[in-house]
């Protein structure tokens, strides 16, 4: 099957920038983004510094680079150069968002059950925050007039997923937006599984705070994860989870936090330097595309997967909306479990997500014959078993 003309040729080139293309249908991108060609050099320019420079490679390039990194971020999720900041993680960065609103009277935190666990987690096991949870009853839309009536006048915060991590459901960012501001709360947008491959605008969307990392479709890798924090929000709170970085003069070494401006001021310790090394090549990668064209495509490919599945008699748990889906498609046969150790012993990577199913999320640079197969070997199992 061929994939048109001069475009096709195009998304064949950039496969060659992913080495793991060649030893396997990879088709888990919204897991752990395939790592490009280029990532080891740059690892190794990291440790060429360190072992060359010293302690001198911090001035030459490493205290910049957080920044350097949260702009070219910045640049692919529709935010203001010197918004987003660095962090080690999601779940920290969720932590750093609230601490920004300790000391309020509004204790309420609201959030649907499809929210990723780790989120929850963390809300769950703060005492002072009365959680409440609304309930997705189909297991893969988040009803947008629940969340809606939930979010009121003591509501603190509202953290949501932008894509759902199962089922890959778009939820309405504008709508909760629009209601959270109305009775004075705050939108967290959790972007792990939208960024990179939904486009959006965060100065558009105007969430308040939004959270995320590199290592799914930005192909960065693990150990990079970032929070965006509104522009005219930003100088106006002050995060309780804070540290030296967040000072205006760090080197002073001063008793008195004065916090800076701009990104750093939501950072706190020495941030991982060999993962923002990793991450750059994803993210140029990323930005160089487009996540226009990247949504383009990613839209093709998942309706043909949907189709395939559908004439294979394979149910999905996905959206069938496409603009209500995101990157993944979450395919549920029979003996779901098995099948998904059958494809990864076939070479085919994808995951499984109990209650959900088989996750497969192709990124711009696979095909559909890749889709084609990967749905011809679930029905030669279902047959065979
Ligand atoms: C939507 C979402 N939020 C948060 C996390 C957890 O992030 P972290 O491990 O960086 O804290 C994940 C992990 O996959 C996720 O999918």
Known sequence: MTQGGNKGQEWERWRTEFPILEESVYLINNSL????????????????MWEELG???????????????????????????????????????QWIALSCLAGQERKKIVYSELNFPSVRYFYQAQPDLQVEVVPCPDGMTVPVERMLDAIDENTLAVPISHVIFKSSF?????????????????????????????????????VDFAVGGVLKWLCGGPGVA???????LADRIA?????????????????????????????????NIPG???????????????VARIRERSSMLTEFLIAAADAASIPVRTPRNPRERGGHVTLSPERAESVSRHLL???FVIDYRPGA???VAPHFFNTRDELEHLVAEIGNFLERE
């Open 170 to 206: 778009i939820q309405d960012v504008r709508a909760v937006v629009e209601k959270a501001h109305r009775v004075g709360a705050y939108v967290i947008l959790d972007t792990y599984h939208s960024a990179g491959i939904v486009p959006f605008s965060l100065q558009e969307l105007e």
């Open 239 to 271: 995060p309780q989870l804070t540290g030296w970085l967040a000072h205006e003069r760090p080197f002073d070494f001063s008793p008195r936090l004065e916090l800076s401006d701009g990104a750093y001021r939501f950072m706190s310790g020495t941030p």
């Open 55 to 93: 302690v001198r490679a911090w001035e030459e390039s490493w205290w910049n680079l957080p920044r350097v990194i949260g702009d070219l971020i910045a640049s692919i999720i529709g935010a203001w150069p010197g918004t987003v900041s660095i962090q080690p993680n999601v779940t920290t960065s």
């Open 276 to 290: 923002l090394f990793a991450a750059r090549r994803g993210l140029e990668i990323i930005q160089e595309v487009g």
């Open 33 to 48: 983004g395939a790592m490009p060609r280029q990532t080891p050099d740059a690892l190794r320019e990291y440790t060429r």
């Open 357 to 359: 199913g088989i996750r």
């Open 345 to 347: 012993s076939h070479g």
């Open 226 to 232: 970032f929070l965006y924090v509104r522009p005219d």
